[in-house]
């Protein structure tokens, strides 16, 4: 087997829309740069995802110096919006969380309620360094996510994808199959693994950078939607719940906490330190 490396390198920018590929991404405590900085809300302040809008999946978010995005979707003008000015905050409710964030202006908005077809928000994390703290049982003080779901980064590996698209080769729905890595929304991509070899891992190193693994990544519909058409399925959940599930969760990649600043870059090699 060839070496551990980094294979890619996936930011978001906007929670729940399409994804960018850079050629290198700066680690920061709370993520990679520019990642999941941005987020839908709904009336009552809920954050809005694939979850329940699958549309989302159609929708990208071009990231532009100075922290503004360049937003696109099928059928609409693009919209190139500004980080805006903090003149006050909107409070996002997030899973458990309660955190503040700044309203884009009304262009945004009305873009992305006509788009989606319900009534919305585009809000912007102004300071991730103080705004979300991660969840304290997997967390040490001071440490902090953005927008996205629960932890700074996900990673996920070729290897297990190879083994679970095997799965859904051999079950009821094999039509399914094989899916693509953009179902799972990872952040980094590694390859020159095992199958599932890292559920057993604590302490990794991508590059120069070191992380810690905080917990397994159970997975949600999101998996069953097609990144490319909005369009849902059985699979992955269905070969999950048969082969991976942890407790209550349906498991597919692993949460990272960095423990160290710099730079990731693919082809950077991978140290399992613990």
Known sequence: MSKPVLHSIHIYPLKAAG??????????PWGLAGDRRWVLIDEAG??????????MALTAAEPLPGGGIRLSAPGREPLTVPVPEPTGTTTVE?????????????????????FLGTEVRLV????????????????????????????????????????LNALIAQGD???????????????????????????????IAVGE???????????????TTDQRT??????????????????????????????SPGTVRPGDPLRILE
């Open 173 to 203: 729905r094999p039509d399914e199959g094989p899916l693509p890595m953009n179902r799972f929304r990872p952040n980094v991509v590694v390859e020159g693994t095992d199958a599932w070899a890292e559920d057993d891992w604590s302490r």
């Open 19 to 28: 994804g960018r590929a850079p050629r290198e991404a700066v680690v920061e």
């Open 209 to 223: 950078v070191t992380f810690r693994v905080a917990k397994m990544c159970g997975r949600c519909v999101v998996t």
């Open 94 to 114: 997030i899973w458990r969380d309660k955190v503040e964030g700044v309203c884009a202006d009304a262009a945004a908005h009305t873009w992305f309620s006509d």
């Open 124 to 163: 912007h994390l102004d300071d991730p360094a103080t705004r979300r703290p991660i969840d304290p049982e997997f967390a040490r003080p001071g440490e902090t996510v953005s927008f996205a779901d629960g932890y700074p980064l996900l990673l996920t590996a070729l290897a297990s994808l190879d083994a």
């Open 46 to 55: 809920r954050v809005i995802t694939q979850r329940v809008h699958p549309r």
């Open 230 to 259: 909005a369009e849902r399925g059985r699979e992955p959940l269905r070969t999950l719940a048969r082969h991976r599930r942890f407790g209550d969760k349906l498991v597919f990649g692993q949460n990272l906490v960095p423990e």
